[in-house]
């Protein structure tokens, strides 16, 4: 017998040529093995029968034994449709068919199991395209335990490939699959983690005989997708950690003249932090490092005070934002704390709209390496752009650069340079361990003294003419205010329109105060000169979409009016309360949202009243938005992909994979053990399956 890991699916039972191909280019099924790793998105539960007159919810599937006393075709051709009368011994309901009548042979007097969905129409349920067995086919295995259903796709279910044909082919590899398969975890840590051999795992998630056991094999088939994902990443960056880097022993002269001329004391979190940057930059081993902290922690300047750590070792540094705003707003913010020590650091900004012409003299600082700090977007990444000795890059608000365009920094010079990653909101730690789980973490759990927590209100709209009076006050007080309309992909016609209406509607409400206005379609020269308007206290409200949603410093601003705030997820809402509150002075958030809320929505206004602890936020966003999206974040950084794992709810599992990991790595970094040849094999496969991945990414 083959090895079910080396049978081509083509020559497995219910397959041949043409199945093997679409199951090929659709699933990536390529051996039996792969099939069996299909596994069920939902099961539903055969061993229960129902009575018509029972059935009382339209979602689920159930089966109903009986017969079918009468039917009749409507219409003609394609528009043909075929009725019944089901009845169960003591009540009915109807069955129809609009596809494939004429394969529908029905028959009196003859007991059959129907399984569907019913639905309900003027007090009668009705089946759609059921399930109709004739008793007499059917077998135990049917009605027996958990049934399996499978993805598929609309190109596979036109070739006949829909979950029941799926369910075929994998039946017939359970006698295979029962005489044992060898298993990709080593039997201590089955015995550690409580779990099942593959073996049981892959045949109680396909067949499970119970809800129990098909619990247990897919944990124990969670465990090992995340367990590998962090074998990979834990061996990664136990490689990366031998690879040389820049040496960077001497805290130096600009490090110091900066550092005495704060106006301000850094905060110990501040202080440690640096201290732990340094550390690595001075042992001689290329840092990747993950800077996480609140918004206003103070993140910038500790990215500006490591970068002079390697400009006085003699390396050039940048530092990469994901908007031209934000790269501005940095460069404008590290020009002024960099202006006491006029001459000895030279900065320069580099964006998508930097002009041919002003591109040039920036090329060449780079390449004779008189630029020290170099601040931009992803232009940085551009081939054009070329350094003398690029030592240390920062990476602001990672989650929009993934793991491969960091990589790609590296092809800058032939030691890589040391990269540190800020992250602009905190992340979960199940997410932290995975999406930057090849990352040292140093985290800035303080924020500078005497901010005031912002105090955030929840209204609906209803109340607009009490959030006037209030904005009024405050603006007499001498503050400014912030308001931000969403924006929505789809139509930036209509946001500008909403954005528009509002501007008006301030101007009418408030005709005493000046307003700015900034929106992504505007020329950067004129969003430059409305938000250098409002900075400089000219204009007294900014009308904004979420443009500023990162980075903008403007501490004399006190409200942040949240329009729409519905449509906000709960990191952006937390992202932008952290525009105010920077000053001296109580400042507010105010969510404004339509009087109808959804449960979520109405969840994630009340955890933005209840807390600013952005790490608490992380947490509660991740529970609400789910997997789906926790897993594009994944995959739109790494080569990971998660099949059945779910970083939402699954995270204990994570931080428990990546204990077994660690402990298997510690012991045996490059897993030369006999013991762990295993790992060192499945993870070769894994290779191979995941270099298509990154050839999506890179
Ligand atoms: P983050 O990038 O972490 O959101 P910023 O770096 O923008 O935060 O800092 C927010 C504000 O706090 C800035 O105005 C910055 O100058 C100021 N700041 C930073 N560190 C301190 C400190 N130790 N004491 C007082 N203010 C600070
Ligand atoms: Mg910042």
């Not at 199945?19 to 039996?32: C, F, K, Q």
Request: aromatic share 8%; net charge neutral; charged share 25%.
């Amino acid at each position: 017998m083959m090895e079910l890991s080396q049978r081509d699916i083509t020559y497995c039972k219910n397959v041949g040529a043409k199945r093997a191909d679409i199951l090929r280019s659709e699933l990536g099924v390529h051996t039996a093995m792969d099939m069996l790793r299909q596994y069920p998105y939902k099961y539903i539960d055969r061993s229960r029968f129902y009575r018509i007159a029972e059935l009382d919810d339209e979602d689920t599937y159930v089966q109903i034994i009986g017969e079918v006393t009468e039917w009749h075709t409507i219409g003609i051709g394609k528009a043909q449709r075929l009725s019944a009368t089901f009845f169960d011994g003591t009540h009915q309901c109807e069955l129809v068919w609009f596809q494939g009548v004429k394969y529908v042979k029905l028959q009196r007097n003859v007991k059959y199991l129907l399984f569907g969905k019913p639905s309900c129409f003027n007090h009668v349920y009705n089946f759609v395209h059921p399930d109709l067995t004739p008793m007499s086919k059917v077998t135990p295995e049917m009605t027996q335990g958990l049934e399996p259903y499978y993805n598929t796709t609309d190109k596979m279910k036109r070739h006949g490939l829909n979950s029941k044909a799926m369910r075929a082919i994998i039946v017939d590899l359970l006698p295979d699959l029962k005489a044992g398969i060898p298993d990709t975890i080593g039997a201590d840590v089955l015995q550690k983690y409580r779990l099942m051999s593959l073996t049981d795992a892959l045949i109680n998630v396909h067949f499970p005989k119970d809800a129990l056991s098909m619990q247990n094999a897919r944990a124990r088939l969670k465990f090992e997708e995340l367990f590998y994902v962090q074998l990979q990443i834990l061996r990664q960056m136990k490689r990366r950690e031998q690879y040389p880097g820049f040496a960077m022993p001497t805290v130096g002269s600009r490090f110091h003249a900066l550092y005495k001329a704060l106006p301000f004391d850094l905060t110990n979190a501040q202080k440690r932090v640096i201290h732990e940057i340094h550390d690595d930059l001075k042992s001689g081993h290329q840092m990747n490092r993950l800077l996480q902290g609140d918004v206003g922690s103070g993140k910038t300047l500790v990215a500006l005070l490591c970068c002079l750590l390697a400009v006085d070792n003699g390396y050039q540094t940048c530092i990469m934002a994901p908007t031209e705003i934000l790269a501005a707003q940095h460069y404008e913010t590290l020009k002024a704390f960099l202006a006491p020590l006029g001459d000895a650091v030279h900065i320069a900004l580099l964006t998508g709209s930097t002009t041919p012409k002003n591109r040039v003299p920036i090329h060449n600082g780079l390449m004779n390496g008189t630029i020290h700090i170099l601040i931009g977007t992803h232009a940085l990444l551009e081939d054009a752009v070329q350094w003398q000795n690029l030592g240390f890059v920062v990476i602001d608000e990672q989650h929009r650069f993934g793991v491969a365009q960091r990589a790609k920094l590296w092809t800058k010079n032939e030691t890589p340079p040391h990269i540190l990653v800020m992250t602009a909101t905190p992340i979960p730690r199940t997410l932290a361990m995975t999406v930057y789980g090849d990352l040292h973490v140093s985290v800035i759990d303080e924020l500078p003294p005497g901010r005031k927590p912002v105090q955030t209100i929840h209204y609906d709209i209803k109340r607009r003419a009490q959030v006037y009076s209030f904005m009024r006050k405050q603006i007499d007080a001498g503050r400014q205010i912030y308001v931000v309309y969403p924006l929505i992909k789809e139509s930036e016609k209509m946001d500008l329109q909403d954005l528009e209406n509002g501007f008006n509607e301030l101007c009418e409400a408030l005709p005493e105060y000046k307003i700015s206005m900034v929106h992504g379609k505007m020329k950067a020269a004129d969003k430059d000169l409305q938000m250098t308007r409002f900075a400089s206290g000219e204009t007294q409200i900014l009308v904004a979409t979420t443009v500023i949603e990162v980075g903008v410093n403007v501490p004399n601003a006190t409200v942040m009016l949240i329009q729409n705030a519905e449509r906000f997820g709960l990191s952006q809402l937390h992202q932008l309360r952290g525009r105010v509150g920077r000053g001296g002075d109580q400042s507010y958030c105010i969510l404004l949202t339509n009087m109808e809320l959804s449960g979520d929505t109405r969840k994630r206004m009340n955890i933005m009243v209840e807390t600013n602890d952005g790490f608490r936020i992380a947490e509660a966003d991740l529970q609400l938005r789910g997997p789906g999206d926790m897993q594009g974040t994944l995959q739109s950084g790494t080569p990971f992909e998660l099949h059945i794992a779910n970083l939402a709810t699954d995270g204990r599992l994570v931080a428990l994979t990546r204990e077994a990991a660690k402990d298997i790595l510690d012991q045996d970094p490059l897993l030369e053990d006999e013991l762990n040849r295993i790992y060192k094999r499945q993870l070769d496969i894994l290779r191979i399956q995941q270099s298509y991945n990154w050839s999506e990414i890179s």
